[in-house]
């Protein structure tokens, strides 16, 4: 598999649910350092609401998921 990866060009993870996002930051942050020149995406299907009213269902977002210390932070 390490050598499918190597002629790739791009990556994709795939996360079905992202609450702060540590450890999809994590996981990129490590394919990253491994596969330098890959372009490296993130695809998450759900991702968690805290304090906020649920207005619909589908809410399509672009984003970023950056560290800060020991945690994550996402924008939006």
């Not at 050598?3 to 994709?12: A, F, H, M």
């Not at 993870?13 to 990253?32: F, N, Y």
């Not at 490296?40 to 991702?47: E, G």
Request: proline share 4%.
């Amino acid at each position: 598999m390490t050598d499918e990866l190597l002629k790739s060009r791009s990556i994709v993870i795939v996360e079905v649910v992202v609450t702060q996002g540590t450890m999809l930051l994590a996981s990129a942050t490590r394919l990253q350092e491994a596969f330098p020149r890959v372009r490296l995406r993130v695809f998450a299907l759900i991702r968690t609401m805290s304090q906020q009213e649920i207005l619909q269902i589908e809410d399509i977002r672009t984003g970023t998921i950056q560290p800060r210390g020991e945690r994550a932070v996402r924008t939006p």
